[in-house]
């Protein structure tokens, strides 16, 4: 326990191996920019652990799973957890709607109607990052702002342009 609440109990590196694809450069943008987020501010610690971290996780699409191989910062194996994303595919596609809903209100919408579609995109946010934990439960433990991060990679990893 000691372990998850040290220094240690989090992800120094994030790497998607290319089985993820690449995409336009504003979709390669915001997936750096959400893996830098992840890595700046996470708690990210394999249930079962005892060695510690901190981690490097590397992450990759196979036969539409997310797989999740964790390492030590040596590079040493861990863990690998394969995650289905039919959870996350309703979410995620909402997600996708009220963000454009979000973009195209910033043009022509008054303040209270921005602060209501906003209201509902951070709701779907919070409730693809519960998700994420949920499935995560037992297996790699993660706060909720990881988790938030974490869903936000998973999200920019949908964005085709």
């Not at 992800?11 to 089985?19: R, S």
Request: charged share 30%.
């Amino acid at each position: 326990m000691g372990e998850r609440n040290s220094g240690n109990a989090r992800l120094i590196d994030v790497e998607l191996d290319e089985t993820v694809g690449r995409a336009a450069p504003d979709i390669e943008h915001e997936r750096a920019v959400a893996i830098f987020d992840l890595v700046e501010e996470n708690r990210f610690h394999p249930v079962g652990d005892e060695a510690g971290g901190p981690y490097r996780l590397k992450i990759s699409l196979v036969d539409a799973r997310l797989v999740l191989n964790v390492t030590r910062e040596s590079g040493e194996a861990v863990v690998t957890h394969i995650l289905s994303l039919t959870p996350f595919r309703r979410i995620v596609k909402d997600y996708f709607l009220i963000c454009e809903s979000y973009y195209q209100a910033i043009r022509s919408a008054t303040p209270s109607q921005i602060e209501a579609i906003d209201m509902g995109r951070r709701g779907l946010h919070n409730e693809g990052s519960q998700t994420l934990m949920d499935r995560l439960a037992g297996k790699i433990d993660v706060d909720f702002d990881t988790a938030r991060r974490l869903f936000t990679l998973v999200c920019v990893l949908h964005w085709r342009g």
